[in-house]
């Protein structure tokens, strides 16, 4: 299903979805109800948007991010409490967890993150690629699958297919996967797909509207978890759950994946 020469880093490859009628959502879930979707064949990235691939982009427009020009990124460190985060004014994408916490030099294989959804509109443009849409985004998911994870219903089978945060909570860093943030592309099995970390490592954006969203005021949208989430966190490791965010907002566990244009 994989498209590209053979030879070329795993980043640079793209996932043929076939077209076809797909069940998406779940019939407890409020914000993504069970629901039947047509959907014409699409490409998306086998793997998430790396700082290589980004920085490629900045060195060709002098991009800069929102979170360089606002000082506004979040970051997380062991020993804070469920939910909390740091307001770092140094971090961005080439210092994702701030200056004192090192930078991308030898992670260039990395998702990048800390950046916004604007930023990566911006990459897009650039690219001539888009996000995928919400629906576009779980139907690679799945690969499939009808159930809640790509693999079945059994949600401890994460650790094969996903970097996430395996400790009971936030106050000690855990590495029981080797990482204690984010890992490089392609670290983890894929799905039936060939799809890389579509659960876990970064939140990828997607495209879309919520019935649920302010009719004043932009949301981005997320979905897949993060290095940061567990079992008894933010669990939203899976197909279903769809995360919700300030479009300028930047974190070190956001990141994206991409959609070839039409």
Not at 204 to 222: Q, S, W, Y
Request: hydrophobic fraction near 35%; charged fraction near 20%.
């Amino acid at each position: 299903m994989i498209t590209g020469n053979v030879t070329a880093q795993v980043d640079t490859l793209f996932v043929k979805v076939p077209a076809g009628e797909y069940l998406l959502g779940s019939a407890v879930h409020q914000l993504n109800p069970l629901r039947k979707v047509k959907m014409q064949s699409y490409y998306i990235a086998a793997t998430e948007v790396t700082n290589r691939q980004f920085e490629l982009f900045v060195k060709a427009t002098n991009y800069r991010t929102d979170a360089e020009r606002h000082k506004n990124a979040m970051v997380f460190e062991p020993g804070l409490e469920e939910f909390k985060w740091l307001d770092d004014s140094t971090a961005y994408w080439r210092y994702p967890n701030g200056t004192t916490r090192g930078n991308i030099t030898n992670k260039m294989n990395h998702p990048v993150t800390s950046i916004s959804y604007n930023d990566i509109t911006a990459y897009c443009k650039w690219k001539k690629v888009r996000l995928p849409t919400l629906d576009e985004w779980e139907i690679a998911s799945r690969a499939g699958a009808k159930t809640t994870y790509f693999w079945g219903a059994d949600r401890e089978e994460i650790g094969k297919y996903a970097n996430i945060w395996q400790g009971q909570n936030h106050l000690d860093p855990d590495e029981t996967d080797g990482f204690v943030y984010t890992s490089p592309v392609a670290s983890f099995a894929p799905n039936a797909y060939g799809i890389y970390d579509i659960y876990g490592n970064v939140f990828e954006f997607c495209e879309g509207t919520l019935k649920t969203d302010p009719k004043n005021r932009k949301i981005a949208h997320a979905r897949g978890g993060s290095w940061w989430c567990s079992k008894n966190a933010c669990s939203f490791f899976n197909s279903v759950d769809i995360g919700r965010i300030n479009p300028r907002a930047s974190f070190s566990n956001q990141g994206f994946r991409v959609v070839k244009m039409n």
